[in-house]
């Protein structure tokens, strides 16, 4: 299974890009796929569009098994690497593995 996370790059603020993850492999199920952030010198933080003021939304094409991060009215606070996160499983009624995709920069310059 991988988790293939793309659209990152640079912006100026106020600008606008939108990040996809898709999952591909041998996957049964997937229970649900979020964003993660990690800023230098900080901790990997949860992407929630209540935390970011309405500026974020998250959407979800089950049929590509992809998942969305519009990402609108950046700021350069919003400059981070940005990782997906997929919880699946390789077969129904197996059990529940989780996945991290490789990262994808976000640059917001002032």
């Known amino acids: 299974v991988q988790l293939q996370a793309s659209g990152g790059g640079l912006v100026q603020d106020g600008g606008s890009l939108r990040l996809s993850c898709a999952a591909s492999g041998s996957i049964a199920s997937i229970n649900f796929m979020n964003w993660y952030r990690q800023a230098p010198g900080k901790e990997r933080e949860l992407v929630a569009p209540?935390?970011?003021?309405?500026r974020f939304t998250i959407s979800r094409d089950n049929a590509k098994n992809t998942v969305y991060l519009q990402m609108n009215s950046l700021k350069p606070e919003d400059t981070a690497v940005y990782y997906c996160y997929a919880s699946l499983q390789l077969r129904l009624g197996g059990p529940e593995y989780t996945y991290w995709g490789q990262g994808t920069q976000v640059t917001v310059s002032s």
């Open positions: 209540s935390t970011s003021g309405g």
